[in-house]
């Protein structure tokens, strides 16, 4: 039996959280999902759950209106330390840019940056490894 | 620019030097003097000219000692020297470290004077659109770089939506869900095509070259509407028209479409679907000189913060169904081009008025 993990989606498109909503319960790989289309709105929800999180897996989209994503980890960085450390965030994006990429790889609070579409596959062996 | 609006400051410690360079040329020239060269800064720290002539022989500091002074803080007035006896390495000072235009000589002849003025200022003026030209082209760089960035995020998304959706389709074990996933690919290719007519449009706007017609608004709303109608909120919202217009009003109907074009999506995309009925109301009133245009929605409106920033490119305020920012921009671009203005007022949770105002172009 696989090892199945609780997500937030954090995205913009009502689509792509559509998408991956129901891509990662298919796959069985998902406990639950959580999906945001506002960063700033799921910020909010880390910070007034607090003790309560379980181990969460975030999926945070790059490119958003009002807070981006990077925006988003700048506020989740000032988070206090219980709560971040149940934290694991992906960045799930189309960039191309390399400056994105780069700024990605170099940040310490994302662990990896997965290129959209989301293969349910990769994400399957990143998490359980 | 006018020869009046040549801007010269004189400095010679002989006043009547001064007085008849004045009586020669005032009437041409927007002429500043002193005898001296403290007061000189002084005047050039209030005001900008464009030519300034120093004597060489004067107490304290020669010309060229002037003009090696002044050229690091005031690096833009072309600097003439003033000079009754030229030895030679004098001259050679004056051009190395005085950087001099022209050296003229005393008595100074009328049309020789006149002459190094007018070359002068051809110079500054050549060296001032230079400068503008560099200040637009790093503005276009800039604008290029981030219109790079930002429609690369937006082909590249709908497109990948598109792929996850056929991923979670190939999951699927039912057949007959698959028009579910179908339905998907449709609204995000369409959203990819609306991306692909806008920049078309923003390109067209930007580059294209303006052909002006005698513009029949009641036709050109027609138009619009049959374009959009077919959206499928458009069933939901009623659209009223009030159109005034007497004589022959002459503009650019692509602009113009445009502008119709965008802001009656918009408030057809952004209607409140919490109100029991949705609407928007265009008011034309058009005469030959001028036309003012009003859309009126009782939509979603938009936030007090977000008011400033809607015409700005990629902006996208809010997060729901959001679009990808280059509307509005493209409207404020056009409006721009035909010289016009557009003012918005909204009130979040009640709805946006757009106020345009577009002289004719052959006002």
């Known amino acids: ?51 309560n ?8 989209d790059l490119q958003m209106p009002g807070m981006n994503g990077f925006e988003f980890i700048e506020q989740f960085d000032l988070l206090p330390e219980h709560i971040k450390e149940k934290i694991r965030i992906y960045m799930l994006s189309s960039t191309i840019d390399t400056r994105d990429i780069d700024k990605a790889k170099a940040s310490a609070s994302i662990i990896d940056l997965l290129s959209k579409p989301l293969e349910i596959g990769v994400l399957k062996t990143i998490l359980i490894n | 620019m006018t020869e009046k609006q040549i801007r010269i400051l ?25 005898t001296s060269v403290v007061e000189a800064e002084t005047f050039m720290e209030q005001k900008d000219f464009h030519i300034i002539l120093a004597d060489q022989k004067m107490p304290g500091m020669t010309g060229t000692q002037f003009f090696e002074k002044i ?51 051809e110079i500054f003026s050549t060296r001032a659109e230079l400068k503008q030209r560099n200040l637009d082209l790093e503005k276009a760089y800039e604008e290029l770089d981030k219109f790079v960035y930002s429609a690369s995020h937006d ?35 369409k ?43 458009f069933e939901n919202i009623e659209m009223t028209t009030d159109i005034k217009q007497t004589g022959v009003f002459e503009s650019d109907m692509m602009k113009l479409r445009i502008i119709f074009n965008n802001l009656i999506t918009n408030a057809v995309k952004f209607q409140d679907t919490k ?37 700005k490119m990629f902006y996208r305020a809010g997060a729901t169904n959001s679009g990808s920012g280059i509307g509005l921009y493209i409207v404020h671009e056009a409006i721009n081009k035909l010289e016009g203005e557009i003012k918005v007022t909204s009130t979040l949770g009640e709805g946006s008025i757009f106020e345009i105002n577009i002289p004719s172009v052959n006002k």
Do not use: C
């Open chain 1, 53 to 60: 999180l379980p181990e969460i897996v975030i999926l945070l």
């Open chain 2, 155 to 189: 082909l590249r998304a709908p497109l990948m939506s598109v792929l996850g959706i056929v991923n979670l389709a190939l999951m699927e074990e039912n057949v007959e869900s698959q028009n579910e996933y179908l339905d998907l690919i449709k609204q995000s290719v």
């Open chain 2, 275 to 311: 109100k029991e009925k949705s609407f928007i109301k265009l008011t034309i009133l058009a005469t030959p000189a001028h036309t003012s245009i009003t859309f009126e929605d009782n939509g979603l409106g938009i936030k007090k913060d977000d008011l400033e920033k809607i015409f």
């Open chain 2, 71 to 121: 050229r690091v803080r005031f690096p833009e007035p072309i600097r003439i020297l003033i000079t009754g006896h030229t030895d030679i390495s004098a001259a050679i000072d004056a051009i190395n470290k005085g950087e001099v235009f022209r050296f003229i000589d005393k008595p100074w002849d009328y049309t020789y004077v006149e002459n190094a003025i007018t070359h002068a200022f």
């Open chain 2, 10 to 34: 004189y400095i010679d410690d002989e006043e009547h030097n001064l007085q008849s360079f004045k009586a020669s040329f005032r009437k041409q020239y927007n002429i500043t003097t002193t």
């Open chain 1, 1 to 51: 039996m696989t090892a199945q993990f609780d997500f937030i989606l954090i995205d913009d498109s009502a689509f792509d959280l559509f998408i991956y909503e129901k891509l990662i319960i298919k796959s069985g790989i998902g406990n639950s999902v959580r999906p945001f289309n506002s960063a700033q709105d799921a910020l909010e929800y880390l910070a007034s759950e607090g003790e």
């Open chain 2, 191 to 233: 959203k990819l095509d609306t991306f692909i007519i806008n920049i078309i449009d923003y390109y067209k706007n930007a580059r294209g070259v303006a052909t002006i017609t005698p513009i029949n608004f009641e036709e050109l709303v027609n138009d619009v509407t049959e374009a959009i109608k077919y959206l499928p909120e």
